[in-house]
């Protein structure tokens, strides 16, 4: 069964420099999300791309986060600087429609020192 | 924009009991409602989802039911299993047109003592 993937699976780092996570969504989805969880609560979305276009970046603080997908296929979500607060589980899921089910990726787990 | 509140946010049932979760949501254009379950470390998995459309569904011991008029919905296992121990998210959708995010309710961590 086709699974979306997401590397690292563990980052530590200190604050004020910078971190990257790559998710690759099941093949075929065109719609790809990046979500953040903090321990304890639900899962916030941060942005969503259709193909390689944004279409929802309202809750991504953009001073420090930006999001890409170039090609419409895979993505990279950008911290610089990072923050003591940005310390989550970085969740991408993907959906072959917006309008049909999403199935998310293992996470990252940020740990900023 | 959308609110969703789930409770209760900690639940302990014995083996074989019953559990039911529940959420309310804030906007009645709200149209597709999954729940996840989430286990220590692991990716969120779908487990049964409901649109608007449609009262209840079921999936073996897992059912969702859906009181639009009241904005509420509930996730329903029955005969529960130590395996079903897991955090569980209900989540609500405006719509299904490109832009229309999933919210999230808070969880509720599901303990099934055998």
């Known amino acids: 069964e086709a699974e979306v993937a997401q590397s690292p699976r563990y980052k530590i780092t200190e604050k004020s420099q910078a971190v990257a996570f790559w998710c690759d969504p099941i093949?075929?989805?065109?719609?790809l999300y990046w979500y953040r969880q903090i321990l304890g609560q639900g899962p916030e979305l941060l942005v969503q791309?259709?193909?390689?276009?944004?279409?929802?970046d309202s809750q991504l603080p953009k001073d420090r986060f930006s999001a890409e997908r170039l090609k419409g296929v895979d993505s990279t979500l950008k911290i610089q600087p990072a923050e003591l607060g940005d310390s989550a589980m970085y969740l991408c899921a993907s959906s072959g429609t917006p309008g049909s089910a999403q199935y998310f990726g293992p996470g990252t787990r940020l740990t900023v020192l | 924009g959308e609110n969703v509140e789930q409770h209760p946010s900690t639940l302990s049932v014995q083996e074989g009991d019953s559990a039911v979760i529940k959420c309310t949501y804030s906007d009645s254009a709200s149209n597709y409602f999954p729940w996840y379950k989430q286990e220590l470390g692991k990716r969120p998995q779908l487990i049964i989802d409901?649109?608007?459309?449609?009262g209840e569904k079921k999936d073996q011991r897992i059912a969702v039911t859906l009181n639009k008029t009241a904005k509420h919905f509930s996730l329903h296992i029955t005969e529960t299993q130590p395996e079903d121990s897991a955090v569980y998210f209900c989540a609500a959708r405006i719509g299904h047109n490109a832009g229309n995010m999933l919210t999230f309710g808070g969880g509720t961590r599901l303990m099934v003592k055998p």
């Open positions: 791309f259709q193909d390689e276009s944004v279409v929802d």
């Open positions: 093949s075929g989805h065109a719609t």
């Open positions: 409901i649109r608007s459309n449609v």
